[in-house]
């Protein structure tokens, strides 16, 4: 297991936790040394994290990728990664949060399938049910995520490529070469420390640009810290009504206390009345 960091500083003393978590799941891991460098609040330079990125798909040893945290600055490094190498050595990559740019940027160049999940510094703190879903993922066994807690916003049955991620970073993508294109998708995401009006904003945002025309579904996951959080459902009812496709919350995934881990870029399909979603 290869470890970058394309994006901010992070805390050594949950990082070296989060690899011993991953040594005791059974993963060999491979720290390259220039993760640990600083530049404000970013791990580095950011060519130099491009490289260590690139670098990860291109060394045959390394099995899959897993990012040390989120903060900023995935964003940087979009222009400065060689999305021909990325797209010849394919492997599973996981983050979350910022790195959801990274994630989103992969799917829509190489077409790569990637998994939404934890980070090594968030595996220091991670329950057992966020543990063994991560490791699920990797070895590609995840099949079925029962989700008993949801909430049908809007009841049906969905199919498309699950897609999505962090809703602040999805919105930052807008307008760039890496616009996200949800054409076909259920759509995921989640957030941390947006209030409800941020969170209306960023999703009509992304509606005017057309972004949710040809959705077949939307899941969303935790909304961690975030003020009037109980004006999320009405927000999602009220957005997503004229598209006719099934949502539905509480999902397990994101910022809160479990994080379970998600492959993007496959198909699913999601069952409000069921509360579960399935990898077909």
Not at 115 to 138: R, W
Not at 189 to 207: N, V
Request: glycine share 12%.
């Amino acid at each position: 297991m290869g470890v970058c960091a394309p994006s901010g500083s992070f805390d050594m003393e949950k990082f070296n936790q989060g690899i011993e978590i991953l040594k005791t799941l059974g993963f060999q891991v491979k720290i390259p040394r220039e993760i640990f460098q600083r530049k404000r609040y970013l791990a580095g330079d950011d060519m130099e994290r491009a490289k260590i990125v690139s670098r990860l798909f291109s060394d045959p040893g390394i099995k899959g990728i897993v990012c040390a945290r989120g903060g900023y600055g995935a964003l940087r490094i979009l222009n400065h990664l060689d999305w021909d190498l990325i797209r010849k050595n394919p492997k599973p990559f996981m983050g979350y949060s910022d790195i959801t740019a990274i994630l989103t940027a992969i799917l829509s160049e190489t077409g790569m399938p990637v998994l939404h999940g934890p980070h090594v510094v968030s595996l220091a703190t991670a329950d057992a049910k966020t543990l063994a879903s991560f490791v699920d993922a990797l070895s590609g066994s995840s099949k079925t995520i029962e989700i008993p807690d949801g909430k049908a916003i809007r009841e049906g049955i969905g199919m498309g490529i699950l897609k999505g991620g962090n809703l602040a970073t999805l919105c930052h993508l807008l307008g760039t070469r890496f616009q996200p294109d949800f054409a076909g998708a259920v759509l995921f995401f989640e957030d941390i420390g947006e209030p409800a009006y941020k969170i209306d904003r960023m999703l009509t945002q992304m509606k005017l640009a057309g972004l949710f025309d040809k959705i077949h579904g939307v899941i969303t996951g935790s909304f961690e810290n975030c003020d009037n959080g109980e004006y999320i459902e009405e927000i999602l009812g009220e957005c997503f009504d004229e598209y006719q496709v099934p949502v539905l919350s509480g999902l397990d995934a994101g910022h809160g206390k479990t994080n379970l881990s998600l492959s993007f870029g496959r198909m699913i399909k999601m069952d409000t009345m069921a509360r579960k979603i399935q990898w077909v």
